[in-house]
């Protein structure tokens, strides 16, 4: 059974860095697409990007020059860093992977306020 | 980008009707998207993939549909456990594109 786990600073302040990581349980980042997606308080889903093992990454272009998504093959684990936080960042965060036809497993999603 | 126009915004239903969301998609995006069920609190689960393929475990009541670049979420009778927010997901082009969501609650 697949499982992905969210870590992270749950506060950000305005104007600094939001860094979280996936940690994978149950299939090996080597393979298939990790993507992140979040959700503002209230509102709908926003895809962020993703990233292939092989570390070629497709972004949101909303986020493209702020965001950066990495993958530790030797930890199986994913990270994205979103630069120059405002409130508009506030959300929970999802990782997620892409098997096939968009994303089929999540993680339980992280909070975060950026205050 | 992709548009992904969901209708209706909101609906209310009784257990036992029958449910249909729309997603209209600004291009051809053949048969990639995938149908999510989020309920308070909890993360997306998809339900159908490539338009009509039901994900393991997803009751029958639910199906997809494609006419063109319109796509449709039946459910055919509702029940208790789907009154729930669902969201269309493109994933034909990137950036993937969602649609703005459907909150189906009780009348």
């Known amino acids: 059974q697949v499982q992905l786990r969210e870590s992270g600073p749950g506060l950000v302040k305005p104007s600094e860095t939001l860094s979280l990581t996936c940690t994978v349980a149950g299939a090996y980042v080597n393979s298939h697409y990790w993507n992140w997606v979040r959700q503002p308080p209230g509102k709908g889903l926003e895809w962020i990007g993703n990233?292939?093992?092989?570390?070629?990454?497709n972004y949101n272009p909303s986020l493209t020059s702020r965001v950066t998504i990495s993958v530790d093959t030797a930890k199986n684990q994913f990270s994205l860093r979103l630069r120059s936080v405002t409130a508009a960042d506030t959300a929970v965060y999802y990782c997620?992977?892409?098997?096939?036809?968009?994303?089929?497993?999540w993680g339980q999603g992280t909070t975060v306020t950026v205050s | 980008d992709i548009q992904m126009t969901q209708s209706p915004s909101s609906l209310s239903a009784s257990v036992g009707d029958r449910v249909t969301i729309t997603c209209r998609a600004s291009q051809d995006i053949k048969h990639d998207l995938v149908w999510y069920q989020q309920k308070p609190g909890e993360a997306p689960k998809r339900l159908i993939y490539a338009t009509f393929t039901l994900q393991n475990g997803v009751p029958s009541r639910f199906s997809g549909s494609r006419s063109g670049t319109v796509f449709t979420l039946t459910i055919s009778s509702l029940q208790a456990e789907d009154f729930a927010t669902y969201y269309c997901l493109q994933c034909n082009t990137f950036p993937w594109t969602f649609g703005q969501g459907t909150k189906v609650d009780m009348k």
């Open positions: 997620a992977r892409s098997l096939s036809y968009g994303v089929d497993v």
């Open positions: 990233i292939y093992f092989s570390g070629n990454t």
